[in-house]
C-alpha cells in the first residue's frame, strides 16, 4: 500500500521573487505551518526543501545565492549571526510570525556548508505547532498512559532520536496537566530554546512557569537551584544533552517534585547506560545509583511512514517498580543493557509489540514494518 500523497494545495508555494526578502520567508514558514511541515531548509546555491511527513519536497523553482541567505539570516537570527558562523561556530535561536492572535514559532539552527567548493550557509527552520496536542490525540497505549498520568515523583524519561516526536509527546502530558481540573499542580520548565508555549491553553487549577536557559537564567545549576526555591510539583527540563544538564536533572527528581526530561536514546535498554557514560570513571556509580532511584518511568518513541500518507508513533516503554530496582541496583552501571531488554519484553511493551500491533491495524506497510524490525535488530 502507498503512501497517500499530500494535497495539490500543498506544492502551491508562494511566489519566489529574484530576491528573497523577510517577508517572502515569512510566507514560505507559514505556508509549511499550515500543512504541517515539520522542517524548511534554507541554502545558499540549493532551491528550498520542506519535509512534511518524513518526505523531503522542493519548495522554490530556483536555488537561492549566497548574499541572500545571508541577508535572511541576519533578519532572523540578528545582525551577528553572519558573523558568528563566519568563526565556524553555529547559531541557534527562535523566530515567531505573529498573524492576528495566533503567533507561528520556529526553532533555527544556521551552520556554515559547502557547495560546489564554495561557501554558504545552511539554516533550518523546524516548524513548532501553534497549540500543544491533546495527549488523547497521539495514540498511547492505555496502559502506558494511565501509567504516565499516575506519576507524582520520581523522573520520567522520553526518549528517541531528533525528530521522533518526544518533545511533543511531553508537551501534550503538561497540556493535559493543566486541563485537569483534578491536578493542582506548579509546573515549572527550563528549556534551551522553548519549544512549545501554553498560552493559549486555558488551564483548570494548575500552572506553568517556562525559563529559557541562557535568556532568562545563565546556568542549568542555577536554573534547578532556582526552580527547586519556587515550591514545584513538577520538574520540565527539556532535552538533557550533557553531564551538566543531567546533573541538574537528577539534582531535581531526587526532590519531592516529579521531573520529565526528554533524552536521545533510541530504546529503552539503551537509556540508562548513556546516562552513566555523560560522567566520569568516579562518579558513574553514583550517577547509577541516582538514575535508578529516581526512574519511574522510560519511553522510547519513533516515527514511522503511516498508510495514510502521515506518520505513526511506534513506542517501547517500561515502569521501574521496587522490585526491578532493586535488581538493577545489584548490577555494575555497564551490565544493565541486556537486563533491561528482558524487562521490557517481560514487562513494559517492546518496540515489536507496537510494531506489529500496527501492523495489524494498516496503520503501517508491511514493508515498513519489516524495515523497522531489521534496523532495530528485532
Known amino acids: 500500500m502507498m503512501m497517500a500523497p ?57 536555488r537561492l545565492g549566497f548574499s541572500e541567505v545571508e541577508a535572511l539570516l541576519a533578519c532572523v537570527l540578528g545582525e551577528q549571526a553572519p558573523s558568528t558562523l563566519g568563526k565556524g561556530d553555529d547559531a541557534d535561536g527562535d523566530y515567531s510570525i505573529l498573524v492576528g492572535d495566533v503567533r507561528h514559532r520556529f526553532r533555527v539552527n544556521a551552520t556554515r556548508i559547502g557547495v560546489n567548493d564554495q561557501p554558504g550557509v545552511h539554516i533550518t527552520f523546524r516548524v513548532h505547532p501553534s497549540v500543544p496536542p491533546r495527549l488523547a490525540d497521539l495514540g498511547l497505549p492505555p496502559k502506558l498512559q494511565e501509567k504516565l498520568l499516575s506519576l507524582r515523583r520520581g523522573l520520567i524519561l522520553i526518549t528517541g532520536a531528533v525528530g521522533s516526536g518526544k518533545t511533543t509527546l511531553l508537551a501534550a502530558y503538561l497540556r493535559h496537566v493543566l486541563e485537569d481540573p483534578d491536578r493542582h499542580e506548579t509546573v515549572v520548565e527550563f528549556a534551551s530554546p522553548t519549544e512549545f508555549v501554553f498560552d493559549d491553553i486555558r488551564s483548570a487549577n494548575s500552572a506553568i512557569y517556562q525559563s529559557q536557559v541562557g535568556r532568562d537564567i545563565p546556568s542549568w545549576e542555577r536554573a534547578v537551584r532556582n526552580g527547586l526555591r519556587r515550591g514545584p510539583t513538577i520538574v520540565v527540563t527539556q532535552e538533557t544533552r550533557d553531564r551538566a544538564e543531567m546533573d541538574a536533572t537528577l539534582a531535581s527528581a531526587k526532590t519531592a517534585a516529579l521531573t520529565l526530561t526528554t533524552l536521545h536514546t533510541t530504546g529503552v535498554p539503551e537509556t540508562v547506560g548513556r546516562i552513566v557514560n555523560l560522567f566520569p570513571d568516579d562518579r558513574k556509580r553514583t550517577a547509577y545509583a541516582d538514575v535508578i532511584s529516581s526512574l519511574q518511568l522510560i519511553v522510547s518513541q519513533t516515527l514511522l511512514p503511516a498508510t495514510d500518507g502521515t506518520r505513526v508513533a511506534a513506542r517501547e516503554w517500561l515502569a521501574l517498580d521496587v522490585n526491578l530496582k532493586t535488581a538493577l541496583l545489584d548490577l555494575s552501571p555497564n551490565k544493565t543493557t541486556n537486563t533491561l531488554r528482558t524487562f521490557v519484553a517481560t514487562s513494559g ?30
Request: with cysteine.
Open 349 to 378: 511493551q517492546a518496540f515489536k509489540q507496537d510494531v506489529d500491533d500496527l501492523l495489524r491495524q494498516g496503520k503501517i506497510t508491511p514493508e515498513t514494518h519489516q524495515t523497522f524490525l531489521t534496523s532495530y535488530g528485532a
Open 6 to 62: 499530500p494535497s495539490s494545495d500543498f506544492f502551491d508555494w508562494p511566489h519566489l521573487p529574484p530576491i528573497m526578502t523577510q517577508g517572502d520567508l515569512d510566507a514560505c514558514l507559514l505556508h509549511a505551518a499550515r500543512f504541517g511541515v515539520t522542517d524548511v531548509h534554507i541554502s545558499s546555491f540549493l532551491p528550498i526543501k520542506a519535509r512534511l511527513h518524513s518526505r523531503l519536497h522542493t519548495a522554490s523553482p530556483r
